[in-house]
């Protein structure tokens, strides 16, 4: 197990059966960032990552 893999599973248990959009992602994304710059460039990858996620399958 990743060190990251206990932040994400504490997350699936607290928030696990909420729904939320993607603006408020965002919104809470750049709140990290603001208090957080040093995480900006990871953050930004994930943020792509996530945008792109689908472009895979289009290609197919």
């Not at 206990?6 to 993607?22: P, T």
């Not at 603006?23 to 995480?39: A, I, N, Y």
Request: proline share 3%; glycine share 4%; aromatic share 10%.
């Amino acid at each position: 197990m990743y060190f990251t893999d206990r932040g994400i599973e504490e997350l699936v248990e607290r928030r696990g059966e909420e729904e939320v959009s993607m603006l408020w992602l965002g919104e809470r994304l750049r709140e990290f960032v603001d208090l957080h710059p040093e995480f900006e460039v990871p953050v930004e990858r994930l943020a792509t990552w996530l945008a792109r996620l689908d472009d895979d399958d289009e290609d197919d």
